[in-house]
């Protein structure tokens, strides 16, 4: 069969009210390049379009669904669903009788609002890698979509769904992603500034996450922590270098969860003499020690980016994050000294928060040498504990996938436009801060790349002029 893979435009990402970064072509999409390695590996012809790398993927898309027999799509919760949404229709205006297949984590919440809500034919729940080729072949009639675990589908019948799917236990014995499908694309972007320098792909050594945040919804897509082995990671590296590319973005929900491990792969890199730019997107800091961080600076991690999400040591124990601000200090000064490129994730308005913690975030973001600080009002996500007992105590209806703040409703004590001024003043209050210019200024001389000085002036300049 001849596979059409998607993966929609995400539009653009708040870091304060008036601050958005558009997404834009950054990593590729994993989830997709592992099933498209199976269909491969299974004989069938996969393409995949990223929509934020394209330069007119409308264009793109009418002209690849003429020889086209299924098409799949890729969900998130957030703002690309509408715009995911406006593909499915136009998919379905063009070639109504293909077969739209969609996935992603929203799927895994929300399977059969979802097939309704984007009229599609199927909806898979959780990793497909063992179930695309099962599906492709249901497709073509040679098993039934019954058979097939984790599934919700339309036949002239009536929607179905079949048995529950069980997680992938052994992430080792998956092949390596299908990269060359979107080699064409150039990644690495952020705002529209270049900040990644290179040939850029992504990799995961895990999926899910050992701890468990109240605001957080991972466990509902990954109920526990798998990992790759460190032969299996340095294997995926070799084969990354000897294509080509010569930087990697690690998007693992929490990369130094197994610090040993971590070791043993930055110790490859260095011994292999690999000149790669790596970047972290998501790390505890806890997971901060000088041998380790020295290690990860020798194999060429450049950036990093670390979960603080409060100011406040009474936030931080609501959201059982289990760190402390002495840890979050600690992590962003070593990061800081060891010349990486350091973002903190901060959240504004958790249920007890009032003036106070708001004024601690915004005071303690200010201090640390951080190059960039992302500040979101809270979102009360599907599945996540805060999501769960304010549904069980009647505050959120359980097909809200994503609620803001509101008083009205005993969900925190700011309003949505109130928290959304603080994170504007959070962020004012932070990129106004002399000394951060004169750590980013530094850091571009240092490193010869003035991208992010550049990015910087950009999202201030925006600040300004929303």
């Not at 059409?4 to 008036?18: D, S």
């Not at 994993?30 to 099933?35: D, K």
């Not at 909806?123 to 080729?133: L, T």
Request: charged share 20%.
């Amino acid at each position: 069969m001849n596979v059409l893979l998607l993966n929609p435009n995400r539009g653009r990402f708040k870091i304060a009210h008036n601050v958005h970064i558009t997404f834009r072509a950054f990593i590729p999409p994993l989830g997709l390049l592992y099933i498209a390695k199976m269909a491969e590996l299974a004989g069938h012809h996969v393409k995949i379009i990223d929509f934020n790398a394209e330069q007119d993927p409308i264009n793109t898309l009418h002209r690849s669904l003429s020889n086209m027999d299924v098409v799949g799509m890729t969900l998130l919760s957030g703002p690309e669903y509408a715009i995911s949404q406006q593909i499915a229709q136009e998919i379905k205006k063009l070639k109504p009788d293909i077969p739209l297949i969609l996935g992603g984590p929203h799927c895994s919440l929300y399977p059969k609002q979802t097939l309704e809500d984007y009229q599609a034919d199927v909806s898979i729940q959780g990793e497909a890698e063992y179930r695309i080729v099962p599906l492709l072949n249901a497709l073509q009639g040679k098993q039934s979509l019954s058979s097939i675990p984790g599934l919700v589908y339309r036949t002239a019948g009536g929607i179905f769904s079949t048995s529950t799917y069980e997680q992938i236990k052994n992430l080792d014995a998956l092949p390596f992603p299908s990269r060359h499908l979107v080699r064409h694309y150039n990644y690495g972007y952020s705002f529209g500034v270049k900040v990644i320098p290179g040939v850029v792909t992504s990799m995961i050594t895990s999926r899910g996450c050992t701890f468990h945040c109240t605001f957080c919804q991972q466990t509902a897509f990954h109920p526990t922590y798998q990992s790759l082995s460190a032969q299996k990671i340095t294997q995926e590296i070799d084969e990354i270098v000897h294509n080509g590319y010569t930087s990697i973005v690690f998007a693992d929900d929490n990369f130094l969860a197994n610090k040993k491990q971590t070791v043993t792969v930055m110790n490859h890199i260095i011994k292999e003499e690999y000149d790669l730019r790596l970047w972290i997107l998501n790390a505890r800091v806890d997971s901060a020690d000088r041998e380790l961080f020295m290690k990860l600076r020798d194999a060429g991690v450049e950036n990093i980016m670390f979960g603080i999400e409060s100011g406040s040591q009474e936030i931080l124990d609501f959201y059982n994050k289990r760190i402390t601000l002495a840890q979050i200090r600690k992590a962003v000064n070593l990061s800081h000294e060891m010349g990486f490129f350091t973002t903190g994730n901060f959240i504004i308005g958790s249920p007890i928060e009032n003036e106070h913690h708001i004024r601690q975030t915004i005071a303690f973001a200010r201090s640390l040498p951080l190059d960039n600080a992302i500040f979101k009002d809270l979102a009360y996500m599907a599945k996540s504990s805060l999501w769960q007992e304010a549904v069980d105590h009647g505050k959120i209806n359980p097909n809200e996938a994503m609620v803001l703040g509101n008083p009205d409703r005993g969900l925190g004590l700011f309003t949505e436009r109130e928290l959304q001024r603080n994170c504007d003043k959070a962020y004012f209050t932070f990129v106004t801060n002399p000394k951060y210019w004169l750590r980013e200024l530094r850091y571009s001389l240092s490193c010869h790349n003035s991208q992010f000085l550049r990015l910087g002036m950009k999202m201030f300049l925006r600040l300004l002029n929303p």
